[in-house]
């Protein structure tokens, strides 16, 4: 079972890779987090990484796609995987493609979570973060006890830049203008199934099982 999610920044596509990895017993392979331990533990990729990270440059596809590379033949990945975070253009599902074919495999399923604007900008300018002890609150799923008080410390909450409204509406923009054409890209490869991914957690979670056809 070799799954790709794929959906814009808040609509609980990580969450829900890490939850249903464990289930199927498949790594979840979010190149994202990896990126980031790979430059934590200064490995020879983790510092090609950084030269470009450092800089303020994107990470080159091809960085990107022998990490994944190298994930995916490990042995805990010989039952298949779940891709999160990753391709987000064309060109990087091309190389995909081509990286998984050199090894004699290929994506079997493209899920895509779909989820409406306002949600998603709901859900992104909610968070807030503890100055003092850095705790995620969320001002409608986990809000705290007193309005712009750290439950836990006492500490000040606020809203990170990245999570201001104007800049959230920019992310989804540049998500949208990005990854649409791998919504067409997929489904022309007879790949693509949509989920909703709005509602309980657990009911999206129950969709995507459906999706893929494994059981309850
Ligand atoms: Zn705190």
């Not at 809000?143 to 750290?150: A, F």
Request: hydrophobic fraction near 35%; glycine fraction near 10%; proline fraction near 6%.
């Amino acid at each position: 079972m070799r799954v790709l999610f794929l959906g814009p920044p808040g609509a609980g596509k990580g969450t829900q890779a890490r939850e249903l990895a464990r289930e199927w017993g498949v790594p979840q392979v979010a190149t994202g987090d990896m990126l980031r331990e790979q430059m934590a533990a200064g490995t020879a990729l983790g510092r090609e990484a950084k030269q470009f990270y450092d800089r303020g440059e994107l990470v080159p596809d091809d960085v990107i796609l022998r990490m994944v590379d190298d994930r995916v033949r490990q042995p805990d990945a010989a039952n298949g995987f779940l891709l999160d975070g990753f391709p987000r253009t064309i060109a990087q599902a091309d190389g995909l493609a081509a990286m998984l074919q050199r090894s004699g495999q290929k994506l079997d399923m493209v899920v895509y979570f779909d989820v409406s604007e306002p949600e998603l900008v709901r859900r992104l300018t909610g968070r807030r973060l503890c100055r003092k002890c850095q705790t995620p609150y969320h001002l409608v799923s986990a809000p705290p006890k007193r309005d712009g008080v750290c439950d836990k410390c006492g500490g000040e909450l606020y809203q990170r830049d990245d999570d201001a409204e104007a800049t959230v509406r920019n992310r989804l923009a540049v998500y949208e203008r990005q990854t649409s054409p791998l919504l067409d890209y997929y489904r022309q490869r007879g790949l693509l199934r949509s989920v909703s991914g709005e509602g309980p957690v657990d009911n999206v979670r129950q969709s995507l099982r459906d999706a893929v056809g494994m059981p309850r």
